[in-house]
Antibody, heavy 123, light 110 residues
Framework: QVQLQESGPGLVKPSQTLSLTCTVS??????????WSWIRQPAGKGLEWIGR???????NYNPSLKSRVTISVDTSKNQFSLKLSSVTAADTAVYYC???????????????WGQGTTVTVSS | QSVLTQPPSASGTPGQRVTISCSGS????????VYWYQQLPGTAPKLLIY???QRPSGVPDRFSGSKSGTSASLAISGLRSEDEADYYC???????????FGTGTKVTVL
């Protein structure tokens, strides 16, 4: 059974780069047809999709964050990562990683989620 | 920025049927599948409905999804106390080339 675990600094200074890693256990990140996604949720607010990377390496990003976001995969470590540059207080949120399953071209939704990690942007 | 609109709250007594709406546009709900996620307090979201009306293994058949035009709905029949949670719809948006989530609906069991 695949499990995801986010990790990274809980506190980031304004204007710096937020870096998070999602470790995949119970399965290989490079096998099958999966998208690996990042979603965030400010305290007391709704979900915001940040972006995703496919097993092949192709990416899709939220247009409102695209200029600041990079998602990458490290198959040797079975991890994928999020980098968000030039952060401000508005980037303070719980960050989730998730797996999106695709079978024969059909998306089955984000069926596995990490528990989330809180990132605060403050000096 | 939520592109999909949901009512902020919904409620019912145990055993009742509750329906949550999700309003979008032709570029998202109107042309793509809708997904529903349940978020229990203090936990990560959980996939509840995929491809508009399919349930992952383990999700009770009390939960059902439907779509009409640019709107979708989630129905919870036989409401139970453990259904108290926030519910979010989501869909791919062709104009944005990305996912959009709904504003979220908090379901309260009275």
């Amino acid at each position: 059974q695949v499990q995801l675990q986010e990790s990274g600094p809980g506190l980031v200074k304004p204007s710096q780069t937020l870096s998070l890693t999602c470790t995949v256990s119970g399965g290989s990140i490079s096998s099958g047809s999966y998208y690996w996604s990042w979603i965030r949720q400010p305290a007391g607010k709704g979900l915001e999709w940040i972006g995703r990377i496919y097993t092949s390496g192709s990416t899709n990003y939220n247009p409102s964050l695209k200029s600041r976001v990079t998602i990458s995969v490290d198959t040797s470590k079975n991890q994928f990562s999020l980098k968000l540059s030039s952060v401000t207080a508005a980037d303070t949120a719980v960050y989730y990683c998730a797996r999106e399953t695709m079978v024969r071209g059909v998306i089955y939704g984000m069926d596995v989620w990490g528990q989330g990690t809180t990132v605060t942007v403050s000096s | 920025q939520s592109v999909l609109t949901q009512p902020p709250s919904a409620s019912g007594t145990p055993g009742q049927r509750v329906t949550i709406s999700c309003s979008g546009s032709s570029s998202n709900i109107g042309s793509n599948y809708v997904y529903w996620y349940q978020q229990l307090p203090g936990t990560a979201p959980k996939l509840l409905i995929y491809r508009m009306n399919q349930r992952p293994s383990g999700v009770p058949d009390r939960f059902s999804g439907s779509k009409s035009g640019t709107s979708a709905s989630l129905a919870i029949s036989g409401l139970r106390s453990e259904d108290e949670a926030d519910y979010y719809c989501a869909a791919w948006d062709d104009s944005l080339s990305g996912y959009v989530f709904g504003t979220g609906t908090k379901v309260t069991v009275l």
